[in-house]
């Protein structure tokens, strides 16, 4: 019986401008996927790779079926980079561990590797890589053309060399575990290993029980050292494990001649912790015999059943269904199809595609128009402020009236009537008509009437005093 439990955290990190990394952690199958590609195929294609694996390895959980799973998402990602135009590119890494049964009906825990993210085993307090880098560097260390301290400098340390859906077909790295109880597995995106040399993620992963706390603690390392990329970490803890023999922790990898015979490769020592030993792309790191190991298979062709390396104690898996994978060898390697960790520059019909079309009319589009409309649509308030912004005392058929406007009118808008009083010319002072003929502006139609009101009152007022008035 296998009892594990699992801790996983993701960061956009501090430099992007979105998580591209997807992970997945349920009770029996653990994943993550660092996604590649311009606009949003790198989401795309990383939240496509772990949701068909989902699927497929919840239909077969078994090594072959995770095997599968990766041969389904590949298929899955590919389709769609080649039907959808703004997904043309894009592609994913995807590094996932699933608990299942071995062929002795013991637990095992499979796993699948294509690109850069990594998988490690802590095991009595060791740390050792399990999965090999799918990148050019990576490559070249293996081949023996450059040491591993050149290629964490080296430019060409992001581009890969394999990645999930970028092709019909992909070459996938399988290994099947036997875990101890104690051991710590991690996955993990290149934004970690990148931020965090191997002997930090090793002390965090020794002094953080908790999964969940570690995971999130390696986010934070990663973040706290730059956070260039985003940031996945995934901690798988085997808190309870087959413990009867063998007894130490295994790791197998199977392989395949040019024939398509599958063979495992004899188990090799364990590789010093704390570093990937170096090795060519089928050779084994030394290692001490009673400390976990390590067995691994190199795979091309599938054959539609695996031959069982008995003499070696070690199971292989079965492959389901034979699978064409091409096995890319040493002196083919293809060169980088993409540097990762440049953004890609999107063109216009890219951002176009990325936008939908109902997007393409911005907030910014909108105030640009507001703005021309505004010029004219300001001038003409002004005009009619100006025009109507005063108010006059003239005579109307006989009657003193206010007007509100400009006398005759200003730019084509007319005065208006406001207030044709009771107060008939014969009402006033015969001297003030000669005003309201000039017209009498007033500030206001209240000083307007105001100033018609006095008019009468004076007018009044001489009819009931001095007749020396009335001329
Ligand atoms: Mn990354």
Redesign the pocket.
């Known amino acids: 019986m296998t009892v594990l439990r699992s801790g996983l955290a993701t960061d956009i990190g501090r430099a992007r401008e979105s998580n ?2 997807r992970a997945a952690a349920s009770d029996t199958l653990f994943a993550v996927a ?1 996604g ?1 590609g311009g606009a949003r195929g790198g989401e795309v294609a990383a939240r496509m790779a772990i949701e068909t694996l989902q699927a497929a390895y919840e239909r077969n959980p078994t090594i072959a079926g995770l095997r599968e799973a990766f041969v389904a998402a590949n298929g899955a990602i590919w389709e769609q980079s080649v039907r959808v135009d703004g997904l043309r590119g894009m592609g994913t ?1 995807l590094t996932a561990a699933g608990l299942s049964v071995g062929a002795d009906g013991r637990d095992v825990i499979g796993l699948a590797n294509v690109g ?2 990594r998988a490690y085993l802590m095991s009595g307090g060791a740390i050792k890589q399990i999965t090999a880098d799918h990148s050019l560097a990576e490559e070249r260390v293996r081949h023996g053309e450059m040491t591993e301290a050149e290629a964490e400098v080296h430019p060409h340390r ?1 581009i890969l060399t394999r990645a999930l859906g970028v092709a019909p077909e992909v070459d996938i790295d399988l290994w099947e575990l036997h875990l101890h109880t104690g051991d710590r597995l991690l996955l993990c ?3 970690l290993t ?1 931020e965090v040399n191997v002997e930090q993620i090793g002390q965090v992963l020794r002094s953080e029980h908790d999964p969940r706390k570690a995971a999130r603690s390696l986010v934070d390392r990663a973040n706290a050292n730059g956070g260039s ?3 996945t970490v995934v901690v798988v803890d085997i808190l309870v494990g087959e413990e009867e023999p063998p007894r130490s922790s295994s790791v197998a990898r199977v392989s395949l001649d040019e024939a398509g015979a599958t063979r495992l490769e004899e188990p090799g020592p364990n590789p010093p912790v704390d570093r990937p030993a170096p090795a060519g792309p089928r050779t084994q790191p030394p290692v001490d015999e009673d400390a976990t190991t390590i067995t691994t298979v190199h795979r091309g062709l599938l054959p539609a059943v695996a031959s069982p390396a008995a003499d070696a104690g070690e199971e292989l898996f079965v492959a389901a269904a034979p699978v064409a994978i091409q096995t890319i060898s040493p002196p083919e390697y293809r060169e980088p199809e993409r540097e ?2 440049t953004p890609v520059r999107e063109t216009r019909r890219e951002r176009r595609l990325r936008l939908g079309v109902p997007r393409r009319i911005t907030v910014r589009v909108i105030l640009f128009f507001l703005l021309i409309l505004a010029v004219p649509a300001g001038a003409v308030a002004v005009v009619r402020w100006y025009a109507m912004d005063n108010w006059y005392v003239a005579i109307d058929h006989g009657n003193l009236a206010v007007y509100q406007g400009r006398p005759g009118g200003f730019l084509g808008i007319q005065p208006k009537l406001l207030d044709r009083t009771d107060v008939t010319t014969k009402e006033v002072l015969a001297f003030r008509l000669r005003d309201l003929r000039r017209t009498v502006t007033e500030p206001s139609l209240q000083a307007a009437e105001r100033y018609i009101a006095n008019l009468h009152r004076e007018f009044v007022a001489q009819q009931n005093s001095t007749p020396l008035t009335r001329l």
């Open positions: 591209e990394d660092d590649m890494t850069d993210s992001h995106s290149d934004g990148n990329d985003n940031v990762r960790l």
